[in-house]
């Protein structure tokens, strides 16, 4: 399965949906997924919203829990790999990345410019 590089730059705004949860191996299976060195996989639902009111939601598959990611929070996708997938007459893409972090939150330009004038 070919992976194809996403520039993340061009999603936009990128907010958590879902909050990140241990991904399983099948439906009906409550059997974790784990990496090739054992590390739990989780899955992230995130939001992209690109050019006006459109908002797409997709599934990011990352090893290891993303610390400090909350619904609703923006978040940094670093890695980000798109792949296609077919099984029987199902198709789709699924995503993967080599993390999820939350986005650094900036302080207020109101507060910045009063602490500097104090």
């Given at each position: 399965?070919?992976?194809?590089?996403?520039?993340?730059?061009?999603l936009?705004?990128?907010?958590?949906?879902?909050?990140?949860?241990?991904?399983?191996?099948?439906?009906?299976t409550?059997?974790?997924?784990?990496?090739?060195?054992?590390?739990?996989?989780?899955?992230?639902?995130?939001?992209?919203?690109?050019?006006?009111?459109?908002?797409?939601?997709?599934?990011?598959?990352?090893?290891?829990?993303?610390?400090?990611?909350?619904?609703?929070?923006?978040?940094?996708?670093?890695?980000?790999?798109?792949?296609?997938?077919?099984?029987?007459d199902?198709?789709?893409?699924?995503?993967?990345?080599?993390?999820?972090?939350?986005?650094?939150?900036?302080a207020?330009?109101?507060?910045?410019?009063?602490?500097?004038?104090?």
């Amino acid at each position: 399965m070919q992976s194809i590089p996403v520039d993340v730059s061009r999603l936009g705004v990128l907010r958590c949906a879902v909050a990140p949860e241990p991904k399983l191996t099948g439906f009906g299976t409550k059997e974790v997924k784990k990496d090739k060195e054992g590390n739990t996989v989780y899955t992230v639902a995130v939001t992209v919203r690109q050019e006006g009111r459109r908002i797409s939601v997709i599934e990011i598959s990352v090893t290891g829990e993303p610390k400090g990611v909350v619904e609703g929070g923006e978040v940094r996708v670093t890695g980000l790999e798109a792949f296609s997938w077919a099984m029987g007459d199902r198709h789709g893409i699924s995503f993967r990345a080599a993390a999820i972090t939350p986005a650094p939150v900036a302080a207020p330009a109101a507060a910045a410019s009063r602490a500097g004038g104090a």
